[in-house]
């Protein structure tokens, strides 16, 4: 059962299947476990999973969760590594990085932008770089508070800043469409470190250019 879904998984994400050949097995019985159990919740939430339009669902939903959690499988502060030697010392703002997510506590997707800032020390980092940071922790189950705190927190750790300021405007499709289904309600969310959070000459620069 399954063994041409379980065939293209394991092309596409080789790195699932990393490891000796018990681990193989078990990751290969997990699968196909996890496939049939969607295949029973279709079935508990009153479809018919053999009809047309539902037979691949199973496998296509395992493989976007997969994709969904791409980050587990990276170390996403890794990408600050690579460091230039250029003399600015002044506020290096990337805005509007889109991101998509999972809640943790739903599986409910929730999706926005990250603005993140920092003042260099002595390191700079690609702007590029900091988008691949986003994106590496928000392909993870999260919550927005934990995902926030942990871009500030590689940043502080690797490039050593003066200060960094990381904000988080998202919405929840656990709240806008399912419990108290409140559409047009969204999250900020921020983390403040160094001479950020001491100086209120230095956030207010920060919030002025996100307006612009």
């Known amino acids: 059962m399954f063994i041409k879904e ?15 050949s018990t681990g193989i097995e078990q990751k290969t019985f997990q699968m196909e476990n996890i496939m049939q159990a969607f295949k029973d919740l279709i079935a508990l939430c009153g479809d018919d999973p053999e009809r047309d339009g539902l037979q691949e669902t199973p496998y296509r939903a395992l493989k976007a ?29 990337v805005k509007d990085i889109e991101f998509h997510s999972l809640c ?14 920092y003042i260099p020390n002595e390191k ?11 994106e590496g922790y928000s392909k993870r189950f999260q919550v927005q508070e934990r995902l926030t705190n942990q871009i500030a927190e590689a940043i502080e750790e690797v490039l050593r800043p003066k200060g960094t300021m990381v904000i988080i405007e998202a919405k929840h499709m656990c709240m806008c469409g399912r419990g108290v289904k409140k559409s047009s309600a969204s999250t900020t ?7 950020f959070a001491h100086q209120s000459d230095a956030r207010a620069e920060f919030l002025s250019l996100l307006q612009r």
């Open 6 to 20: 379980l065939d293209i998984i394991s092309k596409k994400f080789p790195e699932v299947f990393q490891g000796d």
């Open 65 to 93: 969760f997969l994709e969904y959690t791409e980050g587990f499988r990276e170390e996403p502060k890794i990408h600050l590594g690579k460091t230039f030697d250029v003399n600015h010392r002044e506020l290096i703002l």
């Open 104 to 117: 943790e506590h739903h599986f409910a997707p929730f999706f926005g932008v990250a603005h993140v800032g």
């Open 124 to 134: 700079i980092t690609g702007l590029s770089k900091l988008a691949r940071l986003v």
């Open 189 to 195: 969310t921020s983390s403040v470190r160094g001479v």
